[in-house]
C-alpha cells in the first residue's frame, strides 16, 4: 500500500517487437493542422483540397508523427513563420516531418539532425517519400557540438529542456539577424531555467 492509500499491482509482461510495429498503424489516420498543412500516413489515400500542403510521412519507430502537442506546436509555428527561401537546423529531427512541413511551406535549404541513428534512416526515407532529397539534408550527430557553420533563418528544437539549454548558447552563434528558434517539448516544471537561458 502506497503513501496515497491506493493499491498496487504491478505485472511484466514480454511483448513481440514485429507485433507493436505493425499493430499501432491502425490508429494513425490523415489529419489536419491548422488551415494548410495535411499529415499522411504514406499508407493512406487523400483527397487534395485547394490551398492543402501534404506531408506524407511514415514515422515508423521516429518521434513525429504530428499527434503529439509538441510537434503540432511547433508544426503551427512554421505554417505562421517560415518564410519562402528560408534556412533552417532542426535539431533532433526524428521522423523528419518538422523539416518536411518547412521545405513544403517554401525553406529551400535545410539541416536535419539527429543523435538516433534509426530516426535518421527514417527521416531520409520521409524526405524521398516526399521528394525533398535536394532542399533537406539529414545526419546522425551530436545536435550541440555537431551543428553546421553558417547562419540560417530558423532553428527547431523539438526536444527537451535539458538539451535545449545546451543547445541555445550555440544557436545564438548560428541564427540570422531577426531568426527565430523553436522551441518544444518543455515541461512546464523547466521552463523557468529554459527562460534565463534564454535571457
Known amino acids: 500500500q502506497s503513501t496515497f492509500n491506493a493499491q498496487c499491482r504491478v505485472s511484466i509482461n514480454e511483448v513481440c517487437d514485429e507485433d507493436w510495429e505493425e499493430s499501432w498503424k491502425q490508429y494513425y489516420h490523415t489529419f489536419r493542422i491548422g488551415q494548410r498543412l495535411v499529415i499522411k500516413p504514406s499508407w493512406e489515400e487523400y483527397q487534395l483540397r485547394d490551398g492543402d500542403v501534404l506531408i506524407d510521412i511514415d514515422p515508423g519507430m521516429a518521434f513525429g508523427t504530428g499527434n503529439h502537442a509538441s510537434t503540432r506546436f511547433c508544426l503551427n509555428f512554421i505554417d505562421q513563420y517560415v518564410k519562402s527561401g528560408a534556412s533552417l537546423i532542426d535539431a533532433g529531427c526524428g521522423s523528419g516531418i518538422l523539416s518536411i512541413a518547412a521545405a513544403k511551406l517554401g525553406a529551400k535549404k535545410i539541416f536535419a539532425m539527429d543523435f538516433d541513428d534509426v530516426a535518421v534512416r527514417i527521416a531520409r526515407e520521409n524526405v524521398r517519400l516526399n521528394a525533398l532529397e535536394e532542399i533537406i539534408q539529414a545526419e546522425v550527430g551530436d545536435i550541440v557540438k555537431d551543428l553546421p557553420e553558417g547562419e540560417v533563418d530558423y532553428i527547431l528544437a523539438n526536444i527537451t529542456a535539458e538539451v535545449i539549454n545546451l ?33
Not at 527565430?180 to 537561458?197: D, H, L
Open 167 to 199: 543547445l541555445i548558447p550555440e544557436a545564438v552563434k548560428r541564427l540570422a539577424p531577426g531568426g527565430y528558434m523553436f522551441c518544444s517539448g518543455i515541461i512546464e516544471s523547466r521552463w523557468p531555467g529554459v527562460q534565463k537561458q534564454l535571457e
